[in-house]
């Protein structure tokens, strides 16, 4: 193999891995958002799971349901 083609090939993988550092820098950015929230989202998940849990499953499952809805209303409009 000549000088020629190793050289292309270098810049090849060199160019097609730009766009993995802008991928990666974006995933490192996501999972800090993610693990900021993560003691909040423990703290909430606790708090509905103690007071539904002394309910019947029809009431947790309509309440859940409910409570899926005002969250994305809250959270996602």
């Known amino acids: 193999m000549d000088c020629k083609t190793k050289l292309t090939r270098a810049e090849t993988l060199i160019g097609g891995l730009g766009g ?4 990666w820098m974006q995933a490192a950015k996501d999972l800090t958002h993610q693990y900021d929230n993560l003691i909040g989202d423990i703290l909430l998940s606790g708090g ?3 007071y539904l849990g002394a309910f ?3 009431f947790r499952q309509v ?5 899926f809805f005002f969250i994305e209303f809250l959270f996602f409009d």
């Open 48 to 50: 509905i799971i103690a």
């Open 20 to 23: 993995e550092k802008t991928r």
């Open 63 to 67: 309440n859940k349901t409910n409570l």
């Open 56 to 58: 019947t499953a029809v």
